[in-house]
């Protein structure tokens, strides 16, 4: 063959392989993307299950305290528990985004310090009826508030 024509083939291949190198890069940054977003996708669906399960303890101890009816406080703390783990998950799931796992710690002691408004609220309402725990009451709408906000 004559050494023009060696010369086309060699651009053309040339070409070629740069074609399939983008090609191969694209690929890899689109899966890359799509692992992100899965990712993403993970980490807010377990905190839309986290305020679901925080909203229905919350619920239950609100039943509870209209009915006196303790199969709410069993609801209550079996919500409670299931939170515990959404945590867990989310410490995990966010283990390389320090910013996201003090958000998390935010969250997690304003959750505890709801639960210990619960407790202290049953047992006084328990032992004294609803206007005793008025000021508890209020406390809790304000804990739900602040993890709303974080």
């Known amino acids: 063959m004559d050494q023009p024509v060696w010369i086309g083939f060699s651009i053309a291949f040339f070409v070629l392989l740069v074609i399939a190198g983008i090609a191969l ?88 310090q709801q639960v210990g408004i619960f407790i202290s609220s049953q047992a006084m309402f328990d032992i004294r009826g609803f206007k005793a725990i008025q000021a508890l009451f209020e406390a809790g709408q304000e804990s739900t508030s602040v993890m709303r906000g974080i």
């Open 25 to 112: 890069n694209s690929a890899v940054q689109s899966t890359a993307s799509v692992d992100l977003l899965d990712h993403t996708h993970k980490v807010m669906t377990e905190l839309d299950d986290l305020r679901s399960k925080v909203a229905r303890a919350e619920n239950r101890q609100w039943a509870y305290l209209l009915t006196k009816e303790s199969h709410f406080l069993t609801e209550r703390d079996s919500f409670q528990e299931q939170v515990k783990t959404n945590f867990l998950t989310l410490f995990e799931l966010t283990k390389e985004n320090t910013s996201q796992q003090k958000r998390l710690l935010q969250l997690k002691a304003a959750f505890e």
